[in-house]
């Protein structure tokens, strides 16, 4: 038989993307069949075989064979049922009434609009269908690392394809700020979440979600994959620092130790993979006091006083150590408050006998060049600048007088 070839390569739906086969076969026989009902009728009289290897669709009409009166003058005639004793000879001369024939459908038999609005039918059918799988398929997928491509880069965007095509969206608030990509870069990102916009899916990827972390250590560390090291909390500033609180159920691991790995080589790769963010990995305790000391680290702390009430905790740290604890635009003291869940205020020490003070302790309340000035006449400690006087100060520096009243306010204060 002439088969009905609808689609002009039929390639263009065998590899449908998130569709599996037998779904497809389904929805093309189901347009098939509306097509059916709308010139017949019913589909009841009608066999519809498709095919996707050959790439045709076979439609086969199954009629009883009635005499010609009867095709003719009665009322219970149905052409979708029945057909005439002479119009079935010229079909088969062997055929007698009440025998049944089957016959093809050819495309040509509904007409060239219906034809159009079929195809358009099966077209918008099976995109809502693509959509929609793609759509579970990354539902499913949140919190999952996903490697792409770039393929186009905006402004506030990147559009990434990932291995079959799919467009995902990683925003630019999405992206570590070192981050930068050219179009054909191989990119990692996890599934942050997925939307549906306009009856399309949105699929919006994250580099700066501590769940990214989470999954590039799982990715390292075949322990926390396994579950023998839990991650207890992670928090970031994407690019700058992290802070990855550990723990282990079995007393034989060093959940810290594995986490890092011999010379650092574990934890190396995912510094990489961050550009560079620096990951302090901790020992979680439901101590709080020593949980918050943990969390300070580098610094060493002296004491620390908690108010459970305020969920405000006071750390005393020994002036050199002040710096070390607050860190690199804050981010140290930031990121411990909100792994401990604490409010976090630094005091120095001031039960500690201090003969001097380094000016570089001081980096945190006195910018950097004032110090290279009053380094540069010698003074590289706190009394070594309170020593000489404001008049004495301005005339060898090329420092304000109102400038060095205030850095001599700052250090003065350190020793009372």
């Known amino acids: 038989m002439e088969s009905i070839n609808l689609i002009e390569s039929f390639s263009e739906f065998k590899e ?61 005639y149905d052409e979708a049922k029945h057909i005439g004793l002479s119009a079935a000879k010229k079909i088969d001369e062997d055929l007698e009434i009440g025998e049944e024939i089957t016959t093809p459908v050819k495309l040509d038999d509904f007409g060239r609009r219906a034809v159009l609005a079929v195809r358009q039918n099966l077209v918008s059918k099976i995109l809502e269908l693509e959509k929609d799988g793609i759509y579970k398929k990354y539902k499913e997928r949140v919190g999952e690392i996903m490697t792409g491509e770039v393929y186009q880069i905006w402004k506030k965007e990147l559009l990434i394809l990932d291995e079959d095509g799919n467009e995902l969206l990683l925003p630019k608030s999405e992206q570590i700020p070192s981050d930068f990509y050219k179009k054909g870069d191989t990119i990692r990102a996890v599934v942050q979440r997925v939307e549906m916009k306009n009856n399309s899916p949105v699929i919006i990827l994250s580099r700066t979600s501590p769940a990214f972390l989470e ?55 995912i510094v990489r993979e961050l550009r560079n963010e620096n990951i302090d990995v901790i020992n979680y305790t439901s101590n709080a006091q020593l949980f918050i000391t943990r969390a300070l680290s580098p610094a060493k702390i002296t004491s620390v006083k908690i108010d459970e009430e305020s969920k405000r905790a006071e750390v005393y740290l020994k002036p050199d150590q002040v710096s070390l604890a607050i860190g690199k635009g804050g981010h140290n003291i930031k990121l411990a408050g909100k792994l401990t869940g604490y409010e976090i205020d630094v005091y120095r020490d001031t039960d500690v006998d201090v003969e001097d003070v380094d000016l570089e302790e001081f980096a945190d309340e006195i910018e950097s060049w004032i110090l290279d000035e009053l380094k540069a006449i010698g003074c590289d400690t706190a009394k070594s600048v309170l020593e000489l006087s404001v008049d004495e100060l301005v005339k060898r520096t090329d420092l304000e007088e109102e400038t060095i009243k205030e850095v001599r306010n700052i250090l003065q204060a350190e020793f009372e």
């Open 16 to 76: 449908i993307k998130n569709i599996d086969r037998p779904t497809l076969m389904s929805i093309i026989e189901d347009v098939f069949r509306s097509m059916l009902i709308k010139k017949y009728g019913s589909e009841d009289n009608f066999d519809i075989i498709v095919n996707p290897d050959r790439g045709d669709i076979e439609i086969w009409h199954n009629r009883e064979v009635v005499d010609d009166e009867f095709a003719e003058d009665s009322f219970d």
């Open 215 to 269: 999954r590039l250590f799982e990715l390292e560390v075949p322990e926390v994959f396994d579950g023998l090291i839990t991650i207890k909390k992670i928090v970031r500033e994407p690019g700058e620092r992290a802070k990855v609180a550990v723990e282990s159920y079995d007393d034989r691991i060093d959940p810290v130790g594995a986490c890092v790995g011999m010379k650092g080589s574990r934890i190396h790769g």
